[in-house]
């Protein structure tokens, strides 16, 4: 027989769709699955999280041993690193794209520039920061373009709700 592997130290897929989350509660109860409480019960130590990660010819069981790890992932705890965004008011500038074809139409492009050395590498927190600090409606779903350049430093093109955009 084989002790479950620590996820911490195998670069563990979190939010794979595949992934069998299982929850031992300390009275030793086995649920599947993970819901809103997932990780403030395994935090708390009221249960212990583990998971199977499906594999081609054989899967394994890990045991989630970095909570943290498994919260940023999940963006439950905001992680800096994966999503290029701090954890704070952006500083941005903003205009509608030059390129843009239609600008009466419900969305429009907006070219983003950060003044707070911030990028966006993930659009869903970039989304919910703008929702938050200027209430902007960032379309998740048509991407973004855009990256580091000499003259412009971090600049960004995204798809926002041209009734959401406010000077
Ligand atoms: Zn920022």
């Known amino acids: 027989m084989q002790e479950p592997r620590n996820a911490a130290s195998a670069d563990f897929p979190y939010t794979l769709s595949t992934v069998c989350y299982?929850?031992?509660?300390s009275g030793g109860t086995v649920?599947?699955?993970?819901?809103?409480?997932?990780?403030?019960?395994?935090r708390s130590g009221a249960s212990r999280l583990y998971a199977v990660w499906p594999g081609q010819y054989r899967s394994d069981?890990?045991?989630?041993?970095?909570?943290?790890?498994?919260?940023?992932?999940?963006?439950?705890?905001?992680?800096?690193?994966?999503?290029?965004?701090?954890?704070?008011?952006?500083?941005?500038?903003?205009?509608?794209s030059p390129y843009e074809t239609n600008p009466n139409g419900s969305y429009v492009s907006v070219e983003v520039r950060f003044d707070c050395g911030?990028?966006?590498?993930?659009?869903?927190?970039?989304a919910k920061h703008m929702r938050e600090q200027k209430g902007w409606a960032v379309a998740t779903s048509t991407g973004f373009s855009g990256g580091?350049?000499?003259d412009d430093g971090h600049r960004f093109s995204v798809r926002?709700?041209?009734t959401s955009l406010r000077a």
């Open 61 to 96: 069981l890990f045991v989630i041993d970095d909570l943290d790890d498994y919260a940023r992932a999940f963006g439950i705890v905001h992680d800096e690193r994966r999503t290029g965004l701090a954890d704070h008011e952006h500083r941005v500038r903003w205009s509608i």
């Open 22 to 25: 299982i929850e031992v509660s």
């Open 31 to 42: 649920t599947f699955g993970r819901d809103a409480g997932t990780y403030e019960r395994a």
């Open 148 to 150: 580091w350049s000499q």
């Open 160 to 162: 926002v709700r041209r």
């Open 118 to 126: 911030c990028e966006i590498k993930d659009l869903a927190a970039f």
